[in-house]
């Protein structure tokens, strides 16, 4: 059990009815539970099986839903069902839903407790964590946003048995991100060496955990270390944006932040000397997970036009959190725009 600054609770449990038992249900007027289309279909009936007595708010899936309209449906089911400031939403669902959601409940009545129920790996392991909440607004994402801690994240690996591959491994972007953080070369060995179905998801979530309080606790608002926790994300959430607004292709958070990973990490090369046999080594492991979308000289343009309108970047420099090497990350890396030109024509 893990206690995290301003009082949420982070659990993990070995089954869904454990799980449920531990919600803190009692003290609340009424209950709403947040579900996405696949979430209600294959997560919300194990947990209906254990809990009860609550509204269900179903929304659309897939980040091109985390938006305001999807936070007037929340808003407008807790006033039809009269939810006061004594009311609790759990938000049972991957990173859209935990941080719609979060949102959503951080703003109503100017706030009503909520609890994450991270269903996908990509929350488990990052978005779950950390109370950072936010839809995306015209082309930016997390553009509309707040810090409110969740009061509990409870975690069970059950629910990742309803995922499809390609979702499972959206996540194992953020723990590549954060095993070279802190460069660890167990996950990383483990991430090299074995399947899908070989992988340790239990021990895996909660080194991503521990790793990702540990930052909070000494920076929640993003203004110093927190920020480590970026990398890869300046080009990533670039690149994923211009294929939420302008293609028909989907392309996974975790996806977009792969190839981020791997374009900042040639900018750590070329601005830090980061060793290219290690990059070369984090470069394999990325290719082992991800099949990448080649990227299109318009949608270059529009990645870079995104990046210079970066919610990070600093009198018109584009923030980024880059490596001196493994276990070293700079925060606060402004590479010069012909560099991150080049990186990205060489993609
Ligand atoms: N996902 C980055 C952070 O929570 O700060």
């Not at 167990?186 to 895996?204: E, G, M, P, T, V």
């Not at 294929?243 to 996974?252: G, Q, T």
Request: charged share 20%; with cysteine; glycine share 4%.
């Amino acid at each position: 059990m893990l206690l995290m600054k301003k009082q949420s609770l982070i659990r993990h449990f070995n089954n869904i009815e454990q799980l449920a038992a531990a919600i803190q249900l009692k003290k609340h007027s009424s209950v709403f539970v947040l579900a996405d289309e696949n979430t209600h279909r294959f997560c919300l009936p194990m947990l209906t099986n254990e809990i009860n007595d609550f509204h269900v708010i179903k929304i659309k899936s897939g980040d091109a839903n985390k938006n305001i309209t999807t936070c007037q449906i929340i808003w407008q089911t807790l006033n039809d069902n009269h939810a006061d400031r004594n009311s609790l939403l759990i938000n049972l669902g991957g990173g859209m839903v935990c941080d719609a959601g979060g949102f959503a409940a951080s703003v109503y009545k100017r706030g009503i407790d909520f609890i994450h129920i991270p269903t996908t790996l990509m929350a488990m392991c990052d978005a779950a964590i950390g109370g950072k909440n936010a839809i995306n607004f015209e082309d930016f994402k997390n553009n509309i946003g707040c810090f409110q801690m969740p009061k509990q994240v409870l975690i069970c690996t059950e629910f990742l048995k309803t995922l499809p591959e390609r979702e499972l491994k959206s996540g194992i972007a953020e723990i590549i991100k954060h095993a070279m953080l802190t460069n660890d070369k167990a996950i990383l060995k483990q991430l090299r060496n074995n399947q899908l179905s070989d992988l340790d998801f239990k021990s895996l979530i909660k080194k991503s955990v521990q790793f990702k309080l540990s930052i909070i606790e000494k920076d929640f608002k993003d203004n110093s270390i927190r920020k480590q926790l970026n990398t890869g994300h300046t080009i990533g959430h670039a690149i994923e944006s211009v294929f939420l607004n302008h293609s028909k292709n989907k392309l996974l958070h975790g996806e977009a932040v792969a190839i981020g990973l791997q374009l900042e990490l040639l900018l750590s090369v070329i601005q830090y000397n980061f060793p290219i046999s290690k990059a070369n080594s984090i470069f394999e492991i990325l290719d082992k997970w991800f099949h990448y979308q080649p990227l299109t000289d318009n949608q270059k343009t529009e990645i870079f036009k995104l990046l210079a309108a970066d919610k990070k970047n600093n009198n018109n420099k584009i923030n980024f959190t880059l490596f001196a090497d493994l276990g070293k990350p700079k925060i606060d890396s402004y590479p010069k725009i012909e560099e991150i030109k080049n990186v990205l024509a060489a993609w």
